[in-house]
Nanobody
Framework: VQLQASGGGLVQPGDYLRLSCLFS????????VGWFRQAPGKEREFVAA????????ATADSLRSRFTISRDNAKNLVYLQMDRLKPEDTAVYHC?????????????????????WGQGTQVTVSS
């Protein structure tokens, strides 16, 4: 399994970005996916997660009003739409996948559940 995150960059406060995570190597619809981020000097933290079917998802409480996760199983892609970006959103954003054959509607917010990780994409929010 390989995950490739893209779409990061340098933006100004208030701007938006859409991150993409391209999955390859196995049947994508057997994997639930999450986004995590790590800012300099901080621990990695949960951002958002989505079920295999895409019907259910979760976003960190502090980000829910601005970030949205979605997936396109036909294209093996997961997206993270980030609106009204703030300097504190600056971090490396990683996507991760967890093999989960049962209950297509379940997602997980637990970092330890994810077996596969992408290399990350840098998001910098600065004026």
């Amino acid at each position: 399994v390989q995950l490739q995150a893209s779409g990061g960059g340098l933006v100004q406060p208030g701007d938006y970005l859409r991150l993409s995570c391209l999955f390859s190597g196995r049947a994508f619809n057997n994997y639930r996916v999450g986004w995590f981020r790590q800012a300099p000097g901080k621990e990695r933290e949960f951002v958002a997660a989505i079920s295999r079917s895409g019907t259910r998802s979760a976003t960190a409480d502090s980000l829910r009003s601005r970030f949205t996760i979605s997936r396109d199983n036909a294209k093996n892609l997961v997206y993270l739409q980030m609106d009204r970006l703030k300097p504190e959103d600056t971090a490396v954003y990683h996507c991760a996948a967890d093999f989960h054959r049962s209950n297509a509607w379940e997602y997980t917010t637990q970092e330890s559940d994810y077996d596969y990780w992408g290399q990350g994409t840098q998001v910098t929010v600065s004026s």
